[in-house]
């Protein structure tokens, strides 16, 4: 087997997951300046355009199976051994940082990465990927009303998430880009909702990790109904060049072990007081408590993400950053593994 592909934060990036800069959506609001190009893209029938437009996620379908990783709560969970090694590499002087939010100034999109519903009459169209012997090279629901992160003009990440709610089907890629008329991508992953199949050994997905984005994403329509239930998907500045259960790829050539591997999970202490928190930061803590973070990429220090939604308020976001890095621990997720082969967890009694 090859060695698995690199990915680094370019230079030009200040080490988070994405510049959110520039919301412009094909053939969506804010698009004006491409509204020529988009006309050419391929692909069609879309549920929702843009950014400023919010996308719950389908009530058709459930973000993987009850007992997978994602799902499956950690609080009982014995601490790793390099719980204060691998906090301090990240940072733990600093708070947390919620990579989501209302636009700000001339930004007239959300931060956050978006999410994207179609259904299954969508057209498919081939994608070109750059890594292409780690994408899965089928074809992808892409079209003029993709969301991409940042927009067509960001130099970030440019995630694309897209739900096919006929057959929960979840695609996403990597640095995606409409090029002449057809689409290219870094690179592409397509899981079934309804499965805990892992990637192939050693691949990569649209994460450096080799996991899915969406399943850790933070969604402004569970906040605010009271109840996350599910890891939270996380970025720090220095990883090791090693994955861990259920990660399949990483993304440093640093073999240090006072570094992180990819797929280290992470929980706010038990001992950590909810009083004083909002309800909505309440919930997003307790989530932290139950379920806790996974490193997912390399980029700035407890950057961790949510959707693109225009209803995240204000007040919550500044409320958030205010989480201490400190209060955080490395737990034994390995504990969780019924088969490496497999994102079916282990559930502890609680």
């Keep these: 087997m090859k060695p698995p592909q690199l990915r680094f934060v370019p230079a030009s990036l200040s080490l988070g997951t994405a510049l959110l800069i520039g919301a412009t959506v094909v053939g969506g609001v804010g698009a004006a300046a491409t509204d020529s190009s988009a006309a050419r893209l391929p692909g069609e029938g879309v549920v929702s355009q843009s950014l400023s437009q919010a996308v719950d996620f389908p009530q058709e379908c459930r973000l993987f199976p009850r007992k997978n990783y994602w799902n499956t709560r950690i609080d009982k969970l014995p601490l790793h051994r390099r719980s204060k ?33 179609v259904d299954g009459s969508h057209a ?5 990927f750059y890594y292409d012997d ?28 897209v739900v096919d709610r006929d057959s929960c089907t979840l695609f996403e890629t990597y640095d995606t880009r409409p090029a002449g008329g057809a689409w290219e991508a870094g690179s592409g992953a397509v899981w079934s909702l309804r499965s805990n199949t892992l990637r192939p050994e050693g691949w990569t997905s649209a994460d450096a990790a080799g996991l899915p984005i969406l399943p850790g994403l933070l969604r402004y329509e569970e906040v605010a109904s009271g109840s996350v239930r599910h890891a ?19 993304a440093s050539s640093d073999t240090s072990s006072a570094l992180p591997p990819m797929g280290a999970r992470f929980r706010l202490a038990r001992n950590f007081s909810l009083q004083g928190w909002s309800p909505q930061a309440r919930t997003v803590l307790r989530a932290m408590k139950r379920y806790g973070l996974v490193l997912a990429d390399n980029g700035s220090p407890w950057y961790f993400q ?19 890095a400190s209060a955080f621990e490395a737990v034994r997720s390995q504990k969780l593994r019924i088969s490496s082969e497999s994102a079916r967890a282990r559930q502890l009694r609680r």
């Design 85 to 117: 090694a691998w906090t301090g590499a990240i940072g733990d002087s600093g708070s947390l940082h919620p990579d989501f939010g209302p636009s700000f100034g001339e930004q007239s999109e959300p931060y956050g990465i978006p999410l994207t519903v």
């Design 124 to 128: 498919r169209v081939p994608v070109s």
């Design 134 to 161: 780690e994408s899965d090279r089928v074809r992808y629901p892409l079209g003029t009303g993709t969301r991409i992160e940042g927009g067509l003009e960001s130099d970030g990440d440019r995630h694309a998430i």
């Design 232 to 250: 939270i998907r996380f970025t720090a500045p220095r990883t090791r060049k090693q994955y861990i259960w259920p990660a399949r790829h990483f």
């Design 306 to 324: 949510g959707t693109a939604d225009s209803r995240w308020p204000i007040d919550l976001v500044d409320e958030l950053k205010a989480i201490p």
